[in-house]
């Protein structure tokens, strides 16, 4: 099949029969609504950008599996440029669409089952990287989405998978029946879920040999029976709703998403089952697909990153304080932040390597730094960005009041839109309304709906900054660097 356009993707997605759920109610035409909506089409351009020749090479990848010509977001890595290219299209689409365009943790998943599988086989003699094979063969030549989850509720952080209360908590085995295994638990704030045609579930931490029914990863179409999805609401979402509000949106077009996905004793065939109690490398599958998923924000954080400077610098100009020294000085600060980013998505790929089954593992040790600075350097961006800016991101009226006709009774008998437009008017050559909608894309990006892909989802997505820590501790050497330092010091042992 050829590779599917936007307008194709979302079509798509209406022949799924996907279970919704948002504020108390099931959603039956959750693609045309209109808080949903915004992220599918973030989605798209993932499709669409596909079709566009000046980004193809970024975009598009030959299959290893068919030779077949696919979208980058279901290929296996071969090498370290394509690593890199991974990088810089995940920059592109942060330009494009401020935002999380959710169709990585897909790719980063195909890539950790895939490498991981191959050692699993080898060790227990399983035909998962076979099954696996079959699957992406199946994903890449319909050009799907598939939501790669990895997120347990948890419950309490202090409890191993199988000492919770409550043994839902993680998501495990219930049942292995000849045909294939039952499952049962939920996968939280999980990335583009419901803009997804395939769930891929691996683990979400170590497991031991006493807790083996939680080492399972498997594949399941998203409207699979017993699975369904709670739509996770953002801040000032409900600004969706209003009638005419495409300034206080501030970004109207795209957004992210995130939702709880249940599975209520969900049948999987032995086809799709990719790990079944191989506890053993539930840890490597979790590393490795972490480490794809720190590489990944070394580039989409980026790409929104230079929309942020963007929109700041824009803000400048039309508050006429553009050549202030500090103001200069501030998008300097930004632009050397974010592109240490950069910097650190680009160089754990250009040292990547192969694995044992062919594809291409990042540096690990240099993606946890990666993904560490993730943690820091955005909300500096933003604190530069909201200095630069100025209160009135939070204060102004709203696009109604700037709008209005209605008559307000003083002596100069001048409507409510005057007089907000009067008393919010910038620089000269530049309307109000432009300042009001530069302003509210900041608000949408520091403190509104775009905040949960931007900011908060750079402190915890692709794990909490104490789990790269974790990874840095373990792949630091210390030890190596302690025998550096006696060589040179000439302290014999
Ligand atoms: Fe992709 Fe970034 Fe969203 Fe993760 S947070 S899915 S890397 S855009
Ligand atoms: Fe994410």
Same mark, same amino acid.
């Given at each position: 099949?050829?590779?599917?356009?936007? =307008?194709?993707?979302?079509?798509?997605?209406?022949?799924?029969?996907?279970?919704v759920?948002m504020?108390?109610q099931?959603?039956?035409?959750?693609?045309?609504?209109?808080?949903?909506?915004?992220?599918?089409?973030?989605?798209?351009?993932t499709?669409?950008?596909a079709?566009?020749?000046?980004?193809a090479?970024?975009?598009?990848?030959t299959?290893?599996?068919?030779?077949?010509?696919?979208?980058? !977001?279901?290929?296996?890595?071969?090498s370290t440029? %394509?690593?890199?290219?991974? +990088?810089?299209?995940?920059?592109?689409?942060?330009?494009?669409?401020?935002?999380c365009?959710?169709?990585? +943790?897909?790719?980063?998943?195909?890539?950790?089952?895939? @490498?991981?599988?191959?050692?699993?086989?080898?060790?227990?003699?399983?035909?998962?990287?076979?099954?696996?094979?079959?699957?992406? $063969?199946?994903?890449?030549?319909?050009?799907?989405?598939?939501?790669?989850?990895?997120?347990?509720?948890?419950?309490?952080?202090?409890?191993?998978?199988?000492?919770?209360?409550d043994?839902?908590?993680?998501?495990?085995? &219930?049942?292995?029946r000849?045909?294939?295994?039952?499952?049962?638990?939920?996968k939280a704030?999980?990335?583009?879920?419901?803009?997804?045609?395939?769930?891929?579930?691996?683990?979400?931490?170590?497991? @031991?040999?006493?807790?083996?029914?939680y080492?399972v990863?498997?594949?399941?179409?998203?409207?699979?029976? /017993?699975?369904?999805?709670?739509?996770?609401?953002?801040?000032?979402?409900?600004?969706?709703?209003?009638?005419?509000?495409?300034?206080?949106?501030?970004?109207?077009? !795209?957004?992210?998403?995130?939702a709880? +996905?249940?599975f209520d %004793?969900v049948?999987?065939?032995?086809?799709?089952? !990719?790990?079944?109690?191989e506890?053993?490398?539930?840890?490597m599958l979790v590393?490795?697909?972490?480490?794809?998923?720190?590489?990944?924000?070394? /580039?989409?954080k980026?790409? &929104?990153?230079?929309?942020?400077?963007?929109?700041?610098?824009?803000?400048?100009?039309?508050?006429?304080?553009?050549?202030?020294?500090?103001?200069?000085?501030?998008?300097?600060?930004?632009?050397?932040?974010?592109? $240490?980013?950069?910097?650190?998505?680009?160089?754990?790929?250009?040292?990547?390597?192969?694995?044992?089954?062919?594809?291409?593992?990042? %540096?690990?040790?240099? =993606?946890?730094?990666?993904?560490?600075? &993730?943690?820091?350097f955005?909300?500096?961006?933003?604190?530069?960005?909201?200095?630069?800016?100025?209160?009135?991101?939070?204060?102004?009226?709203?696009?109604?009041?700037f709008?209005?006709?209605l008559?307000?009774? $003083?002596?100069?008998?001048?409507?409510?839109?005057?007089?907000?437009?009067?008393?919010?008017k910038?620089v000269?050559?530049?309307?109000?309304?432009?300042?009001?909608?530069?302003?509210?894309?900041?608000?949408n990006?520091?403190?509104?709906?775009?905040a &949960?892909g931007?900011?908060?989802?750079?402190?915890?997505?692709?794990?909490s900054?104490?789990?790269?820590r974790?990874?840095?501790?373990?792949?630091?050497?210390?030890a190596?660097?302690?025998e550096l330092a006696?060589?040179?010091?000439?302290?014999? %042992?």
């Amino acid at each position: 099949m050829a590779l599917m356009t936007g =307008a194709e993707y979302i079509e798509s997605l209406r022949k799924l029969n996907t279970q919704v759920y948002m504020f108390g109610q099931k959603i039956e035409n959750w693609v045309d609504h209109p808080i949903i909506r915004p992220s599918i089409n973030c989605v798209a351009i993932t499709y669409d950008l596909a079709h566009d020749a000046e980004h193809a090479d970024l975009m598009t990848a030959t299959s290893n599996l068919t030779g077949n010509k696919i979208n980058r !977001f279901s290929h296996l890595h071969q090498s370290t440029d %394509d690593l890199r290219k991974k +990088v810089k299209m995940q920059r592109l689409l942060g330009q494009k669409t401020a935002s999380c365009f959710q169709r990585c +943790v897909g790719m980063d998943a195909f890539n950790s089952v895939f @490498s991981t599988t191959y050692e699993c086989d080898k060790a227990h003699g399983t035909n998962y990287h076979e099954n696996f094979k079959k699957y992406l $063969t199946y994903v890449q030549d319909n050009d799907l989405v598939v939501d790669g989850a990895m997120t347990d509720p948890k419950g309490d952080r202090g409890l191993a998978q199988g000492a919770q209360a409550d043994p839902d908590l993680f998501v495990h085995i &219930v049942e292995k029946r000849e045909d294939g295994i039952v499952v049962r638990g939920a996968k939280a704030h999980q990335t583009g879920s419901i803009n997804s045609h395939e769930h891929l579930i691996m683990p979400t931490q170590a497991v @031991s040999e006493d807790d083996k029914q939680y080492a399972v990863a498997f594949a399941v179409p998203s409207d699979a029976e /017993g699975l369904f999805m709670v739509y996770g609401r953002q801040s000032c979402d409900t600004r969706k709703l209003e009638k005419d509000a495409d300034v206080d949106l501030g970004n109207k077009k !795209f957004g992210g998403q995130e939702a709880l +996905v249940v599975f209520d %004793d969900v049948f999987v065939p032995n086809d799709r089952v !990719f790990m079944c109690e191989e506890y053993d490398f539930a840890g490597m599958l979790v590393e490795r697909f972490a480490g794809y998923h720190r590489q990944s924000y070394g /580039g989409c954080k980026v790409g &929104v990153g230079d929309v942020v400077i963007g929109a700041a610098a824009l803000a400048a100009d039309y508050n006429g304080a553009q050549k202030a020294s500090h103001i200069k000085d501030k998008l300097i600060e930004m632009t050397h932040l974010n592109e $240490t980013l950069y910097c650190c998505g680009i160089a754990c790929s250009a040292e990547g390597y192969p694995t044992e089954a062919g594809n291409y593992q990042i %540096d690990l040790l240099l =993606a946890n730094v990666c993904k560490q600075n &993730v943690t820091r350097f955005p909300y500096e961006i933003v604190r530069l960005a909201e200095d630069i800016a100025g209160g009135l991101m939070v204060t102004m009226p709203s696009q109604a009041d700037f709008r209005s006709e209605l008559k307000v009774p $003083t002596k100069s008998d001048m409507s409510l839109g005057e007089w907000t437009t009067k008393f919010f008017k910038g620089v000269a050559g530049v309307s109000t309304e432009n300042r009001m909608r530069i302003l509210r894309f900041l608000e949408n990006i520091c403190l509104g709906a775009s905040a &949960v892909g931007y900011r908060t989802e750079s402190m915890h997505g692709a794990g909490s900054p104490q789990a790269q820590r974790i990874m840095i501790a373990r792949q630091g050497n210390i030890a190596a660097k302690k025998e550096l330092a006696k060589v040179i010091a000439g302290i014999v %042992d």
